[in-house]
């Protein structure tokens, strides 16, 4: 048994999965500690000028507001490259981290108090993506970014973009006039289903950077541009309306659905683009998505004890007032998600 499961070890983690692994490590750290420094410095602008929550933009001649800008874009740089070396599947779960990260700095470093519960959360994502990087796929061998036009141009991955982009449309031009300022999961699907496209592309994109690095150089391939282009639509798309989501209800309420659905529609989205899950046992499959239901369970204790005061629960708004914002976070600010704060703060 012990033999098995190192072997099934090694033939999980090559070299590509470690440091994919290391670079989705160090970006969930990063951009985890970024939240705890930026939020100091809102709070140091906001003692010498006008807050940020309050229209101010005092927090922009701040250094140390500077200081977490910086950390954050290293970590989202860590977080590009991690989608190089490592499957979908393995990188966009372990985002979940740097929610630990965050609440851990804020109960130490901001006195934030994490509740026994949230403590709990924080233990639930660990043991989920412990799981997940033990049974993490191999990365498929890819020697050009042809090859990864090819399986996006495949039949069963033609048809979820085509289902993607539909479904967008819908929900932008019909049910966005009708219900985006009552109904959380209109904003928040748009964003999600966007973002694994997104995703798909960043990937495709960092496979050509870093085979262009290693002297294959693929910039002279349009299909290289072509993911470019992708690349740069789909996100500003997200950032369009995951702002209008977090302008009209509460980062307590967004944070976790948005990672539900966003994590989601990305391994959907792997699994059917790099078949992932072709290159594996049942049982590794099954034992993938418990963790990946560890990881959310956890994530929603987190977000739903965090307001919790001296063993009591305070109830959580669906909507906010945006005045009741403070130093420029609102109530959920101190444990939001990787792609969801860093976009906000662009």
């Known amino acids: 048994m012990a033999t098995s499961s190192a072997s099934s070890w090694r033939e999980g983690m090559s070299s590509d999965n470690i440091k994919g692994l290391c670079l989705a ?23 010498s000028g006008i807050r940020a929550g309050s229209g101010g933009y005092s927090y922009l001649y701040e250094p ?3 200081v977490g800008m ?12 991690a989608y190089a070396f490592a499957p979908a599947i393995l990188v966009t779960p372990l985002g979940a981290l740097s929610i630990i990260i965050s609440a ?8 934030e108090r994490l509740h026994i519960f949230g403590i709990l959360g924080c233990v639930l994502c660990v043991v989920g993506s412990t799981t997940i990087v033990l049974h993490a796929p191999q990365e498929r061998e890819i020697e050009s970014v042809t090859e990864v036009w090819a399986l996006a141009m495949e039949p069963a991955f033609l ?6 982009i539909t479904a967008t449309f819908i929900l932008i031009f ?11 999961m209109v904003y928040i699907g748009v964003c999600s289903l966007v973002g694994s496209l997104t995703v798909m592309s960043v990937k495709a994109l960092g496979i050509a950077i870093k085979l262009t690095l290693n002297g294959m150089n693929q910039l002279i391939f349009p299909q290289t541009w072509a993911f470019t282009l992708v690349v740069t639509f789909c996100v500003l798309t997200q950032m369009n309306y995951l702002n209008k989501a977090l302008d009209t209800f509460n980062t307590a309420v967004v944070s976790p659905i948005y990672y539900v659905m966003f994590t989601t529609f990305t391994i959907v989205a792997s699994v059917i683009m790099f078949k992932d899950w072709d290159r594996q046992s049942p049982t590794q499959v099954i034992t993938e998505i418990c963790g990946f239901v560890t990881i959310l369970s956890g994530t929603f204790l987190l977000h739903k004890t965090k307001d919790m005061a001296d063993g009591l629960q305070t109830s959580i708004s669906i909507r906010l007032p945006k005045h009741s914002e403070e130093d420029g976070f609102d109530g959920g600010e101190g444990i939001p998600l990787r792609r969801q704060e860093s976009m906000r703060s662009t």
């Open 25 to 47: 490590l160090s970006s969930s750290f990063f951009i985890g500690a970024s939240f705890i420094v930026k939020k100091k410095g809102l709070k140091k602008a906001g003692a």
């Open 64 to 66: 140390l507001w500077w």
């Open 70 to 81: 910086i950390t954050m874009i290293v970590g989202e740089i860590a977080n590009f490259a």
């Open 104 to 111: 851990a700095l804020a109960h130490i470093i901001l006195r």
């Open 159 to 164: 048809l979820y973009a085509a289902s993607v």
């Open 174 to 184: 019909h049910f966005i006039p009708l219900y985006g300022q009552t109904h959380i």
